[in-house]
């Protein structure tokens, strides 16, 4: 199969080119590739190649306690191919008690056989006991390098700094990346006891029970541990442009050696928190963590993004049902399922919002989306380029319509922040490992066979 007539994207811009795909990977790219006698051609004029986009941190389908969860791997994943997102790594998350490597299979059940885009997962860490941290050097085997710990959310996800300690010291004996929410859960928890003991429950209360300072410190914190350590470490969803100042001066201090990489997410880019004072389901719809900042934070963020401060870009999409959020918010806030909607918005929405704004220079932008994912969580062999032996995802992107932006048509889903907004471009077309799974802008492909990706670092 031959695609030609369209343009990529190199480091200097745009430049004509076709890409030949041989069964399910990128056989040749080249500016004069001609049809063999019987190929398929398909004709890209007018649009541009893009490498199927990886989304670095998702949270499908979920399970959360009393039987919620976030929307299902078949929806969220649907959301991600129509939005030019190929490939996504997703979490799993042990139960109190079960094992990382249960937990693990738990998710692949949740995935495999539902799944429409490819997927790898990093592995969440709530337990650091001997028997727990004695499984990290086989899972990394199996082709799960990497871990998350967080420092927020207490008594229930939160580890202390001392096994917060372990596990980084762990990680790093291994060879593997520890992925850290840095949110101080003691600080949060405080701000949230003071704001329920004072009527205060209302979702618009959300952003002040988690304070710009409850970032800064476990910033800090975790990154004085990865000075100690060595470990490997991917600050996830930095929201504030501080909390990137604090990145840029340990990188400073540590040196070239050391592996500290910034995420940053769609909503801290794009949205803000005048979003919990837009009316309640509104509100309710942007309750995430770390929360929506002030708008000021945005801009700075995306300056930060485009000089290569921050690493990539990602959505920790976790979308739920509006009345899932609603029905939890009967008893304030703090009871609200965490998490917004993104997968399918990425591309569209940082296109519109960055590229054409001129703040994102088009090279950058794909190598945000694309390329830094792939190199850094671990998928750098096949995934995230349009060259020769990766496998053969690719987007048609068409830069030139404007049009209001319609959450991807499914009625029940709340958390799309971006409903309405203006947008630039087009995610046409979409091929995962030569299939074509998206034509004009539908699902042509349903049959789930997204497949679980080993990754190494
Ligand atoms: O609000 C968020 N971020 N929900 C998903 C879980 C997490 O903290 O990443
Ligand atoms: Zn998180
Ligand atoms: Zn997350």
Same mark, same amino acid.
């Given at each position: 199969m031959l695609f030609r007539g369209g343009q990529t994207i190199t480091s200097s811009g745009l430049s004509p080119a076709a890409v030949r795909v041989a069964g399910t990977t990128i056989s040749e790219v080249g500016s004069d590739l001609n049809p063999q006698p019987g190929e398929t051609v398909v004709d890209a004029t007018g649009r541009w190649l893009l490498p199927g986009?990886?989304?670095g941190h998702t949270h499908f389908g979920m399970p959360l306690a009393g039987g919620l969860s976030s929307l299902d791997w078949a929806a969220s994943s649907t959301a991600a191919l129509l939005g030019g997102t190929t490939t996504v790594i997703d979490f799993a998350n042990p139960d109190a008690g079960e094992s990382l490597s249960a937990a693990v299979g738990r998710w692949r059940n949740l995935a495999d056989g539902h799944t429409l885009c490819d997927y790898g997962l990093h592995v969440t860490v709530t337990d650091t006991s001997p028997e727990r941290l004695a499984e990290i050097p086989g899972l990394i085997s199996a082709g799960l390098p990497t871990f998350k710990g967080f420092l927020a959310y207490k008594n229930r996800l939160m580890l202390t700094l001392e096994q917060m300690r372990s596990l980084m010291t762990a990680v790093h004996e291994h060879g593997g990346m520890l992925l850290v929410h840095a949110e101080d859960g003691e600080m949060n928890a405080a701000a949230e006891h003071v704001l329920l003991n004072t009527g205060r429950t209302a979702p618009v209360w959300h952003p002040l029970a988690h304070p710009a300072e409850s970032e800064l410190k476990a910033v800090g914190e975790v990154l004085a541990l990865a000075a100690e350590t060595h470990c490997p470490l991917t600050i996830v969803h930095l929201s504030l442009t501080d909390s990137v100042d604090a990145l840029k001066r340990a990188r400073q201090t540590a040196g070239e050696s050391a592996t500290l990489i910034g995420e940053v997410c769609l909503h801290h880019l !794009? =949205?803000?928190?005048g979003l919990y004072s837009s009316g309640h389901e509104t509100a309710l719809a942007a309750i995430c963590s770390p929360p929506l900042r002030p708008a000021a934070n945005g801009p700075g963020l995306l300056a930060e993004l485009a000089a290569g401060n921050l690493d990539f870009l990602s959505t920790d999409h976790c979308e739920f049902c509006l009345a899932a959020k609603a029905a939890a918010a009967?008893?304030? !806030? =703090?009871g609200v399922p965490n998490g917004c909607g993104g997968v399918g918005e990425r591309l569209v929405m940082s296109y519109t919002k960055a590229v054409v704004t001129g703040d994102l220079s088009l090279p950058r932008w794909q190598e945000v989306l694309c390329e830094r994912p792939a190199a850094l969580l671990g998928l750098a062999d096949r995934k995230g380029r349009l060259s020769p032996g990766c496998d053969a995802d690719i987007v048609l992107f068409d830069p030139t319509p404007e049009y209001r932006w319609d959450p991807l048509g499914a009625s029940d889903r709340a958390g799309s922040l971006w409903a309405g907004l203006m947008v630039r471009g087009r995610v046409s077309d979409v091929w995962l490992r030569g299939r074509q799974v998206v034509a004009g802008g539908r699902?042509?492909?349903?049959?789930?066979?997204g497949v679980f990706l080993p990754r190494q670092l």
């Open positions: 986009a990886i989304d !794009f =949205a803000d928190e009967a008893g304030g !806030f =703090a699902v042509t492909d349903d049959r789930a066979g």
